[in-house]
């Protein structure tokens, strides 16, 4: 089978599991309950004023986020194919389903499709519907 062409959704997916990689999956500011957890019962004031980066930085990259977050509701495993295809934020895949060590470079889809226990072509179905489920709801 050959190769398909790369499209503007696989610059924009890259473009988003760049920006996971970096850090900026906090897109909303950190809640009471989660700054109180990391301050080990104590409210630590914040050190820089703002807890994230603004949000009109990266706004393409946040509608694929929230576009993933979206799709996760709706069909779960198409949002994990999704990050473990692109890299993106994939720790916590590998979490739910149990998959220690896990190099994500040396991983080919047979492999993704392994740990998340379905078949290459069901790995494949849903990677295609969640590519075209994120293009749809970031082109609105």
Not at 101 to 106: A, I
Not at 118 to 127: G, I, K
Request: hydrophobic share 45%.
């Amino acid at each position: 089978m050959g190769r398909r062409t790369r499209t503007r959704i696989d610059d924009l997916l890259d473009a988003w599991a760049l920006w996971l990689d970096h850090g900026n999956y906090h897109a909303a500011p950190r809640s009471v309950l989660a700054k109180w957890m990391e301050g080990k019962g104590q409210i630590l004031p914040s050190a820089g004023g703002a807890d994230v980066v603004c949000a009109a930085a990266f706004p393409i990259e946040e509608r694929v986020e929230a576009a993933v977050l979206a799709i996760a509701l709706e069909e779960a495993l198409a949002a994990d194919v999704l990050r473990l295809e692109y890299n993106a934020a994939h720790a916590g895949v590998c979490e739910r389903y149990g998959a220690r060590p896990y190099n994500p470079h040396r991983t080919n889809q047979a492999g993704k499709a392994s740990l998340l226990k379905v078949s290459v072509r069901t790995y494949r179905s849903r990677l295609a519907w969640a590519r075209n489920e994120v293009e749809r709801r970031v082109a609105r």
